[in-house]
């Protein structure tokens, strides 16, 4: 790729000399002035870092100019003063592609860092795959669970609508699945709000009940009822959460775990 570089410069200062030194050419007194210069690298024309600074000397009366460096030693003594005095600055522009340049990489750093541990966040852990299957279970559920494919939730249905009162139990949806001797229970209740939360937990209970007619005494049972946002409540052989609001869904994953024969 062709890139333009090179350097350049700029006059960043300018100044009389304030000493009554003569023009080494005509001289005239308090004609001299300092002007300085900036060089900096440029790319593409445009000023990367800065290089070295310059002076030269002009004549105000006959403009005779010269390097600082030609001048006769006590006119550039009385330069260095001058400039020590009130010393040239240069100015940001001199450096700000470099700036520019170390702001973007500090950037593309800083949001690699971010990035890498958002991506760390959210990685999924090992075991995540089960709650990507809990999740596509709960989208199975149904308020017309059917005997041919699901004939625990088409049970539990009836029973259900049996057993507990104070709630719509024909909204509630169903689906149960199998894992070994382990059994899935889902329920999503959409309108859990105008249930009291001390008798929520009775649903939970009835579908026990209910349970206890159709699978095997030893089938671990894991019951999960599902709100509009969250798992609200959950049993299994390990853990209850019954308290009607909030449920940890993650108790539900060991269900997926490969059941050894
Ligand atoms: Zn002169």
Same mark, same amino acid.
Request: proline share 5%; charged share 25%; net charge neutral.
């Given at each position: 790729?062709?890139?333009?570089?090179?350097?350049?410069?700029?006059?960043?200062?300018?100044?009389?000399?304030?000493?009554?030194?003569?023009?080494?050419?005509?001289?005239?007194?308090?004609?001299?002035?300092?002007?300085?210069?900036?060089?900096?690298?440029?790319?593409?024309?445009?000023?990367?870092?800065?290089?070295?600074?310059?002076?030269?000397?002009?004549?105000?009366?006959?403009?005779?100019?010269?390097?600082?460096?030609?001048?006769?030693?006590?006119?550039?003594?009385?330069?260095?003063?001058?400039?020590?005095?009130?010393?040239?600055?240069?100015?940001?522009?001199?450096?700000?592609?470099?700036?520019?340049?170390?702001?973007?990489?500090?950037?593309?750093?800083?949001?690699?860092?971010?990035?890498? $541990?958002? /991506?760390?966040?959210? +990685?999924?852990?090992?075991?995540?795959? @089960?709650?990507?299957?809990? !999740? %596509?279970?709960?989208?199975?559920?149904?308020?017309?669970?059917?005997?041919?494919?699901?004939?625990?939730?088409?049970?539990?249905?009836?029973?259900?609508?049996?057993? $507990?009162? /104070?709630?719509?139990? +024909?909204?509630?949806?169903?689906?149960? @699945?199998?894992?070994?001797? !382990? %059994?899935?229970?889902?329920?999503?209740?959409?309108?859990?709000?105008?249930?009291?939360?001390?008798?929520?937990?009775?649903?939970?209970?009835?579908?026990?009940?209910?349970?206890?007619?159709?699978?095997? +005494?030893?089938?671990?049972?894991?019951?999960?009822?599902?709100?509009?946002?969250?798992?609200?409540?959950?049993?299994?052989?390990?853990?209850?959460?019954?308290?009607?609001?909030?449920?940890?869904?993650?108790?539900?994953?060991?269900?997926?775990?490969?059941?050894?024969?």
């Amino acid at each position: 790729m062709f890139i333009l570089f090179g350097h350049s410069k700029s006059q960043i200062h300018f100044k009389k000399i304030t000493e009554d030194i003569e023009c080494p050419v005509c001289k005239s007194h308090n004609t001299l002035f300092v002007y300085s210069y900036g060089r900096y690298f440029h790319v593409f024309y445009i000023p990367f870092f800065p290089l070295n600074k310059f002076n030269q000397i002009q004549c105000s009366h006959c403009k005779y100019t010269c390097n600082e460096n030609e001048l006769p030693y006590s006119l550039q003594n009385a330069v260095y003063r001058s400039n020590l005095l009130n010393p040239p600055k240069r100015p940001i522009w001199h450096g700000i592609g470099g700036l520019l340049s170390v702001g973007f990489i500090v950037f593309l750093f800083a949001i690699t860092i971010i990035g890498a $541990v958002i /991506g760390i966040r959210q +990685e999924p852990k090992p075991d995540d795959s @089960r709650k990507e299957l809990l !999740k %596509i279970d709960i989208e199975k559920t149904t308020e017309n669970p059917e005997y041919e494919t699901d004939s625990v939730s088409f049970f539990l249905k009836s029973c259900v609508h049996e057993s $507990v009162s /104070g709630m719509k139990t +024909e909204k509630i949806r169903y689906y149960t @699945r199998y894992n070994g001797d !382990k %059994i899935l229970v889902l329920l999503k209740v959409s309108d859990m709000k105008k249930v009291e939360k001390s008798t929520r937990k009775e649903l939970v209970y009835a579908v026990e009940n209910c349970l206890d007619f159709i699978v095997p +005494e030893d089938t671990e049972r894991f019951i999960g009822v599902d709100g509009n946002w969250n798992m609200l409540m959950v049993k299994t052989p390990t853990a209850s959460e019954l308290k009607g609001d909030f449920a940890d869904e993650e108790l539900l994953l060991p269900f997926y775990d490969i059941t050894q024969p």
